[in-house]
C-alpha cells in the first residue's frame, strides 16, 4: 500500500497513514486502499479491533486538493454534472461509513492536525484519542464550499450542535483541551508515544472481549444513536435473542478466576453472494 502500512498482531488491526511528506492528504489512492482494507476485515472477521493512527506532524491534511481538479473533478457546468455529484459523493462517503458498520470497534489516535476530510473520517470512529497540542478544523468552508463526507452529519450527534454550527461556520480550530471538554475525545496525551501507547492499550482491553458480544454491543449503541428508547430496547431483546451465549459468559468468569486471558470464537468469515459460484 502506498497511504498506509498495516499489521495484524494479538487480534489488533493496525492502520497507519504513512506519508507524512504530504501531511497524509487524502487522495484517490488513499481512498482505494483505505476501502480495500476495511473490506478486507470486515470480511475475514479475525481482528477484533481496528486502531488507526498516524506519522509526522499531523493525522491528516484531509482531501488533496489537488482531487477537485484532477480525474475525480466535479463538474458544475450542467445539470447533468451536478447530478452525477450525488453519486461520487455517495462512494466517498460508502467509504467512512465502512468505518461505522465494520464489525469492530475503531479506534482513531490523532496527533497534530485533523482537518477536513480527516474529521469526516474521525467522527465515524468508535473513539479518538488526541495528543495535547492537536486540533480539528471543519477546513471546507475555508475554501468556499460546504463538508460533505460525513462531519455535519456526525459531529452533532458526538458534540454540542451550537459549537458544531461554530466550527462549521467560522473554520476554526477546535484544540484537543476543548475536544475533550466537549466529549469528541475520549482522553489527550503529552506526547505521540504516550498517545499510541494509550490507545494499544485500549485496543487491547477490547481485543480480550467475546468478538460477537463486541459486534452486538456497536449494534446496539448505534441503533440507540439513531431511535427512540423504546424501539432501542425492542432492539436489545431481538438482537441478545440471537447472539446470546452461556459458554462465552462462562469463560469469561473462568479466565478471570484463573486470571489467564479468555479464548473466544472469532466471528465467521463472510463471503459475497456475487463471490459464489
Given at each position: 500500500?502506498q497511504c498506509f502500512?498495516?499489521?495484524?498482531?494479538?487480534h489488533?488491526?493496525?492502520?497507519v497513514?504513512?506519508?507524512?511528506?504530504?501531511?497524509?492528504?487524502m487522495?484517490?489512492?488513499?481512498?482505494r486502499?483505505?476501502?480495500?482494507?476495511?473490506?478486507?476485515?470486515h470480511?475475514?472477521?479475525?481482528?477484533?479491533?481496528?486502531?488507526?493512527?498516524?506519522?509526522g506532524?499531523?493525522?491528516?491534511?484531509?482531501?488533496s486538493?489537488e482531487?477537485?481538479?484532477?480525474?475525480?473533478?466535479?463538474?458544475d457546468?450542467?445539470?447533468?454534472?451536478?447530478?452525477?455529484?450525488?453519486?461520487?459523493?455517495?462512494?466517498?462517503q460508502?467509504t467512512?461509513t465502512?468505518?461505522?458498520?465494520?464489525?469492530?470497534?475503531?479506534?482513531?489516535?490523532?496527533q497534530?492536525?485533523?482537518?477536513?476530510?480527516?474529521?469526516?473520517?474521525?467522527?465515524?470512529?468508535?473513539?479518538?484519542?488526541?495528543?495535547?497540542?492537536?486540533?480539528?478544523?471543519?477546513?471546507?468552508?475555508?475554501?468556499?464550499?460546504?463538508?460533505?463526507?460525513?462531519?455535519?452529519?456526525?459531529?452533532?450527534?458526538?458534540?454540542?450542535?451550537?459549537?458544531?454550527?461554530?466550527?462549521a461556520?467560522?473554520?476554526?480550530?477546535?484544540?484537543?483541551?476543548?475536544?475533550l471538554?466537549?466529549?469528541?475525545?475520549?482522553?489527550?496525551?503529552?506526547?505521540?508515544?504516550?498517545?499510541?501507547?494509550?490507545?494499544?492499550k485500549?485496543?487491547?482491553?477490547?481485543?480480550?472481549?467475546?468478538?460477537?458480544?463486541?459486534?452486538?454491543?456497536?449494534?446496539?449503541?448505534?441503533?440507540?444513536?439513531?431511535?427512540?428508547?423504546?424501539?432501542?430496547?425492542?432492539?436489545?431483546?431481538?438482537?441478545?435473542?440471537?447472539?446470546?451465549?452461556?459458554?462465552?459468559?462462562r469463560?469469561?468468569?473462568?479466565?478471570?478466576?484463573?486470571?489467564?486471558?479468555?479464548?473466544?470464537?472469532?466471528?465467521?468469515?463472510?463471503?459475497?453472494?456475487?463471490?459464489?459460484?
Amino acid at each position: 500500500m502506498q497511504c498506509f502500512s498495516f499489521t495484524t498482531n494479538d487480534h489488533i488491526a493496525h492502520l497507519v497513514l504513512s506519508q507524512p511528506d504530504t501531511l497524509n492528504a487524502m487522495n484517490p489512492t488513499f481512498w482505494r486502499e483505505l476501502d480495500a482494507v476495511l473490506t478486507q476485515l470486515h470480511q475475514e472477521g479475525s481482528a477484533r479491533v481496528l486502531l488507526i493512527s498516524s506519522t509526522g506532524k499531523h493525522f491528516s491534511a484531509g482531501m488533496s486538493l489537488e482531487t477537485f481538479s484532477g480525474a475525480v473533478a466535479m463538474d458544475d457546468q450542467s445539470p447533468e454534472g451536478r447530478a452525477a455529484v450525488f453519486d461520487l459523493l455517495g462512494d466517498m462517503q460508502a467509504t467512512f461509513t465502512k468505518l461505522e458498520t465494520l464489525r469492530m470497534p475503531v479506534i482513531a489516535a490523532i496527533q497534530g492536525g485533523c482537518i477536513g476530510g480527516a474529521v469526516d473520517m474521525v467522527t465515524a470512529c468508535c473513539i479518538r484519542y488526541a495528543t495535547a497540542d492537536a486540533f480539528f478544523c471543519i477546513q471546507e468552508i475555508n475554501i468556499g464550499m460546504v463538508a460533505d463526507v460525513g462531519t455535519l452529519q456526525r459531529l452533532p450527534k458526538l458534540i454540542p450542535l451550537a459549537v458544531v454550527k461554530e466550527l462549521a461556520y467560522t473554520g476554526r480550530r477546535l484544540s484537543a483541551q476543548k475536544a475533550l471538554g466537549y466529549g469528541l475525545v475520549n482522553e489527550v496525551f503529552e506526547s505521540p508515544q504516550a498517545l499510541l501507547e494509550g490507545a494499544l492499550k485500549c485496543a487491547a482491553e477490547i481485543a480480550q472481549k467475546p468478538p460477537v458480544a463486541i459486534w452486538g454491543t456497536k449494534q446496539a449503541v448505534h441503533f440507540a444513536r439513531d431511535h427512540t428508547v423504546d424501539e432501542s430496547l425492542k432492539q436489545m431483546g431481538w438482537l441478545q435473542g440471537a447472539i446470546w451465549s452461556n459458554q462465552h459468559v462462562r469463560e469469561a468468569i473462568t479466565a478471570a478466576k484463573a486470571k489467564r486471558p479468555p479464548v473466544f470464537t472469532p466471528l465467521s468469515a463472510l463471503s459475497s453472494f456475487k463471490d459464489l459460484s
